[in-house]
């Protein structure tokens, strides 16, 4: 199981799996589907590419870009307990110091 830290976000991003994100998703009450997923792997390329967490506006936008424009919701109705505190968490990303609700 990767280190975490006091508040359940990862120390190192660099050891997320997609078996750890069912885990942390279970944990919460969130059984991830396609749409999740979804947002999951946007956010981890976007790790990848730029070593930062995205801000939820981007996730936001990249949903709305398949889902269509009734979406702007939906990352909010994926994790309903917030964009830092379950997407962030289960993306296996650090937790992030400011963020954009979009």
């Not at 660099?14 to 749409?35: K, M, N, Q, S, Y």
């Not at 996730?59 to 398949?66: D, F, M, N, Y």
């Not at 009734?70 to 937790?95: V, W």
Request: with cysteine; proline share 8%.
């Amino acid at each position: 199981m990767p280190l975490l830290d006091a508040e359940g976000y990862l120390v190192d991003p660099r050891e997320w799996t997609e078996e750890f994100a069912v885990i942390l998703a279970r944990r919460e009450g969130i059984e991830l589907g396609p749409d999740h997923w979804d947002a999951i792997r946007f956010m981890r390329r976007y790790w990848e590419e730029h070593q930062l967490t995205p801000d939820a506006r981007f996730v936001i936008w990249h949903l709305k870009e398949r889902l269509g424009p009734d979406s702007r919701n939906r990352l909010f109705e994926l994790f309903p307990y917030g964009y830092p505190g379950q997407a962030c968490k289960i993306a296996g990303m650090k937790r992030p110091r400011a963020w954009s609700t979009g």
